[in-house]
């Protein structure tokens, strides 16, 4: 475990991640190309909806040794449509690596991540990649990555140069440069620099450590070697943010920064505390070479050719070929098969993954994302992981009708990789519902559908699951009466029909005395109600919250049967609800939206516009929150408009809150298009 480090590289789309990683993996001789992103030929990025796309959309997982250490890279996509990814790769490593673009500056895709995964606890840090662009400013990057977010970078690596200038980097801890990967003095230009680089950090490691700190208060110094342990148990306490400038496309600072990883980053061993659930209490253990067996599925692939495929971080234990493991979140047992160590989407079979290390489970059949594997009698689980909200819908169906029985199927396996998506069925509106965190997410699962099981799908808005109801009183009778040559039909019902407060349901009230209707017709008659309650009357959508009182009716002895007293009651609903001012209602959800301040009126402006309430705002860290109520129908297609409102910026969850009335005049159009449709 001293020997292992589990490294994810987060942060901005564009910065270089995977390019990063392909340049690692060459020089560690790992691989024996560099591809390029663009080209479709990485090795991280293999599906086929990444070749098209040219763009990171599903995580990369690597592993290499490097002077005698075993490290496994996860590279994440930049996205936050894929939040699902990076939440993914968090869960499995130690290290948390944001990569910015040193030409970009603080892009909202960093900012996303950084705010997505900044609160986790594990060792963080920067890494300012393409230093030799044009445009690329290392002292810029920094200072906005530290005004607008809450992390507070320590240099450790210091660039030589910029854009073509870019020839190396210093490591401040070694005080040593190395220009083009090989030893050399410090510019000249840059020993002021340097010194206050290296006062900076030997501060940020006394104040991490109380024995470091006395020193330095004593002497006002500390030695290479103080510096370098202290520097990596104040990163392995997430109390220094260590950054590292290199750029990955001209291979500089690339070795110096595995060397980096090396010497300042924990290993599995430093991090060796795992917060756990025992039969629902938390508790904390000490993960072991020798322990008890704890391992984590923190991503599951589904693929057509070799099965159902499991990443799997091993915190504790051993993981073997044959072994008889127990998931605890499905209460169920499973059979561990063949096991590998992944480079992208090539695997080279092992018979154990020891702790501290990252493999794949092949053919796996229980086990899927986030999901436990423990020894068989344990009742040891990991917590359950927070997941984003959705917030954006789209309505999934086959276009072929040979492909209905299979979608769902095919659909549910490709959930099981991205549990941020969820699969609803609708039964108000008959609509397979998928709710996600983002457009790309769902067009990505349209793709997925596509070329991995051949099922051509159409997305679609769903529908307004409206529901009908009344604002006032009615106080009717109807007769139903049909002689047709023999056994006639006889019902008479009267009615007495008003509204309850929201949310109470429906309430069916037997006044009748006297016999007037026999007894065994009131089940028929309540059963007429509810089932065109059920149906709707005005535009199609279920009724709800009104009380029906039947308190006088008669019948015949021969012609009358439950179904005559159905229909009657059927028809007098009908024929009450006309006259109790009949309303339609709609779904409100509520929000918390965070932005920034600049954005704050723009926003306010776009809810109102959208039949939006404010509620209330707030800080929110150095972004605002606003409290709001809005319609599902404008809902459905508010993350793009927020997205586009603040530059990518905004974000919002939300939940149900409440039904309330639909204004007029748009009561009037869904009525129209209702009765037009059927």
């Given at each position: 475990?001293?020997?292992?480090?589990n490294?994810?590289?987060?942060?901005?789309?564009?910065?270089?991640k995977?390019?990063?990683?392909?340049?690692?993996?060459?020089?560690?001789?790992?691989?024996n190309?560099?591809?390029?992103i663009?080209?479709?030929?990485?090795?991280m990025?293999?599906?086929?909806?990444?070749?098209?796309?040219?763009?990171?959309?599903?995580?990369?997982?690597?592993?290499?040794?490097?002077?005698?250490?075993?490290?496994?890279?996860?590279?994440?996509?930049?996205?936050?449509d894929?939040?699902?990814?990076?939440i993914s790769?968090?869960?499995?490593?130690?290290?948390?690596?944001?990569?910015?673009?040193?030409?970009?500056?603080?892009?909202?895709?960093?900012?996303?991540?950084?705010?997505?995964?900044?609160?986790?606890?594990?060792?963080?840090?920067?890494?300012?990649?393409?230093?030799?662009?044009?445009?690329?400013?290392?002292?810029?990057?920094l200072?906005?990555?530290?005004?607008?977010?809450?992390?507070?970078p320590?240099?450790?690596?210091?660039?030589?140069?910029?854009?073509?200038?870019?020839?190396?980097?210093?490591?401040?801890?070694?005080?040593?440069?190395?220009?083009?990967?090989?030893p050399?003095?410090?510019?000249?230009?840059?020993?002021?620099?340097?010194?206050?680089?290296?006062?900076?950090?030997?501060?940020?490691?006394?104040?991490?450590?109380?024995?470091?700190?006395?020193?330095y208060?004593?002497?006002?110094?500390?030695?290479?070697?103080?510096?370098?342990?202290?520097?990596k148990k104040?990163?392995?306490?997430?109390?220094?943010?260590?950054t590292?400038?290199?750029?990955?496309?001209?291979?500089?600072?690339v070795?110096?920064l595995?060397?980096?990883?090396?010497?300042?980053?924990?290993?599995?061993?430093?991090?060796?505390?795992?917060?756990?659930?025992?039969?629902?209490?938390?508790?904390?253990?000490?993960?072991s070479e020798?322990?008890?067996?704890?391992?984590?599925?923190?991503?599951?692939?589904?693929?057509?050719?070799?099965?159902?495929?499991?990443?799997?971080?091993?915190?504790?234990?051993?993981?073997?070929?044959?072994?008889?493991?127990?998931?605890p979140?499905?209460?169920?047992?499973?059979?561990?098969?063949?096991?590998?160590?992944?480079?992208?989407?090539?695997?080279?079979?092992t018979?154990?993954?020891?702790?501290?290390?990252?493999?794949?489970?092949?053919?796996?059949?229980?086990?899927?994302?986030?999901?436990?594997?423990?020894?068989?009698?344990?009742?040891?689980?990991?917590?359950e992981?927070i997941?984003?909200?959705?917030?954006?819908?789209?309505?999934?169906?086959?276009?072929?009708?040979?492909?209905?029985?299979k979608?769902?199927?095919?659909?549910?396996?490709?959930?099981?990789?991205?549990?941020?998506?969820?699969l609803?069925?609708?039964?108000?509106?008959?609509?397979?519902?998928?709710?996600?965190?983002g457009?790309?997410?769902?067009?990505?699962?349209?793709?997925?559908?596509?070329?991995?099981?051949?099922?051509?799908?159409?997305?679609?808005?769903?529908?307004?699951?409206?529901?009908?109801?009344?604002?006032?009183?009615?106080?009717?009778?109807?007769?139903?009466?049909?002689?047709?040559?023999?056994?006639?039909?006889?019902?008479?019902?009267?009615?007495?029909?008003?509204?309850?407060?929201?949310?109470?349901?429906?309430?069916?009230?037997?006044?009748?005395?006297?016999?007037?209707?026999?007894?065994?017709?009131?089940?028929?008659?309540?059963?007429?109600?509810?089932?065109?309650?059920?149906?709707?009357?005005?535009?199609?959508?279920?009724?709800v919250?009104?009380?029906?009182?039947?308190?006088?009716?008669?019948?015949?002895?021969?012609?009358?049967?439950?179904?005559?007293?159905?229909?009657?009651?059927?028809?007098?609903?009908?024929?009450?609800?006309?006259?109790?001012?009949?309303?339609?209602?709609?779904?409100?959800?509520?929000?918390?939206?965070?932005?920034?301040?600049e954005?704050?009126?723009?926003?306010?402006?776009?809810?109102?516009?959208?039949?939006?309430?404010?509620l209330g705002?707030?800080?929110?860290?150095?972004?605002?929150q606003?409290?709001?109520?809005m319609?599902?129908?404008?809902?459905?297609?508010?993350?793009?408009?927020?997205?586009?409102?603040?530059?990518g910026?905004?974000?919002?969850?939300?939940?149900?809150?409440?039904?309330?009335?639909?204004?007029?005049?748009?009561?009037?159009?869904?009525?129209?298009?209702?009765?037009?449709?059927?």
């Amino acid at each position: 475990m001293k020997d292992v480090r589990n490294i994810a590289l987060l942060g901005a789309s564009g910065a270089g991640k995977t390019t990063l990683a392909e340049q690692i993996l060459f020089n560690v001789k790992a691989i024996n190309r560099v591809g390029r992103i663009e080209d479709g030929n990485t090795v991280m990025d293999f599906t086929p909806e990444e070749i098209d796309k040219g763009m990171s959309m599903s995580l990369g997982v690597a592993n290499f040794t490097w002077k005698n250490h075993k490290i496994n890279l996860l590279d994440a996509p930049g996205s936050a449509d894929f939040a699902s990814e990076q939440i993914s790769c968090s869960v499995a490593v130690e290290n948390l690596m944001f990569v910015a673009n040193a030409a970009a500056g603080y892009e909202v895709s960093l900012e996303q991540g950084i705010e997505l995964l900044g609160n986790a606890r594990k060792a963080k840090g920067l890494i300012i990649n393409r230093m030799d662009s044009e445009g690329a400013d290392f002292f810029k990057t920094l200072e906005a990555i530290r005004e607008n977010s809450d992390l507070n970078p320590v240099v450790i690596f210091l660039p030589i140069g910029s854009e073509h200038r870019f020839e190396g980097v210093v490591d401040i801890i070694k005080g040593k440069a190395f220009i083009k990967g090989h030893p050399a003095e410090i510019p000249a230009e840059l020993v002021d620099r340097v010194e206050e680089s290296r006062m900076e950090m030997m501060e940020a490691v006394a104040e991490s450590d109380d024995t470091l700190l006395e020193k330095y208060l004593e002497t006002g110094e500390l030695s290479h070697e103080e510096m370098a342990s202290g520097v990596k148990k104040a990163i392995a306490k997430g109390l220094l943010i260590p950054t590292f400038a290199c750029s990955a496309t001209s291979n500089i600072g690339v070795d110096e920064l595995l060397n980096a990883f090396i010497d300042y980053l924990p290993s599995a061993h430093d991090c060796d505390q795992i917060d756990i659930i025992d039969q629902d209490k938390e508790k904390t253990i000490k993960a072991s070479e020798d322990g008890d067996l704890m391992a984590y599925v923190f991503k599951s692939y589904s693929d057509p050719n070799v099965g159902d495929i499991a990443y799997v971080r091993v915190f504790s234990g051993t993981i073997r070929s044959g072994m008889d493991v127990m998931v605890p979140e499905k209460q169920n047992k499973e059979k561990i098969g063949s096991l590998a160590y992944v480079l992208g989407k090539n695997r080279k079979e092992t018979d154990e993954i020891k702790a501290g290390d990252i493999g794949a489970l092949i053919k796996i059949k229980v086990a899927r994302s986030f999901n436990s594997i423990v020894a068989g009698n344990s009742h040891l689980k990991f917590p359950e992981v927070i997941l984003p909200t959705p917030v954006y819908w789209q309505t999934v169906k086959a276009i072929n009708q040979s492909d209905e029985d299979k979608i769902g199927i095919a659909i549910n396996k490709l959930l099981d990789e991205d549990p941020t998506m969820i699969l609803e069925m609708n039964t108000e509106t008959n609509e397979n519902v998928l709710a996600g965190i983002g457009e790309q997410q769902i067009m990505l699962l349209q793709k997925k559908l596509k070329s991995r099981f051949k099922i051509d799908a159409e997305l679609k808005h769903p529908a307004i699951p409206y529901k009908e109801t009344i604002r006032g009183s009615a106080d009717i009778s109807y007769k139903h009466k049909k002689q047709s040559g023999g056994r006639g039909q006889y019902a008479e019902v009267y009615f007495k029909v008003n509204p309850k407060p929201r949310g109470e349901g429906f309430q069916f009230i037997n006044a009748i005395v006297g016999g007037v209707i026999p007894s065994k017709f009131l089940p028929a008659i309540e059963k007429g109600l509810v089932e065109t309650m059920n149906k709707g009357i005005i535009a199609g959508h279920p009724i709800v919250d009104i009380s029906v009182e039947c308190y006088y009716g008669s019948f015949h002895d021969v012609d009358s049967s439950e179904m005559a007293f159905k229909i009657a009651a059927s028809q007098g609903l009908k024929k009450a609800f006309d006259l109790a001012n009949p309303i339609l209602l709609e779904p409100i959800n509520e929000l918390q939206i965070v932005i920034p301040n600049e954005y704050m009126g723009d926003v306010m402006g776009d809810v109102s516009t959208r039949r939006g309430k404010i509620l209330g705002m707030e800080q929110k860290g150095k972004k605002q929150q606003l409290i709001a109520q809005m319609p599902l129908a404008e809902l459905f297609n508010y993350y793009p408009a927020l997205k586009s409102l603040t530059q990518g910026r905004g974000k919002f969850i939300q939940k149900f809150s409440h039904y309330e009335k639909v204004p007029d005049e748009i009561a009037v159009k869904v009525i129209a298009a209702a009765k037009q449709e059927e």
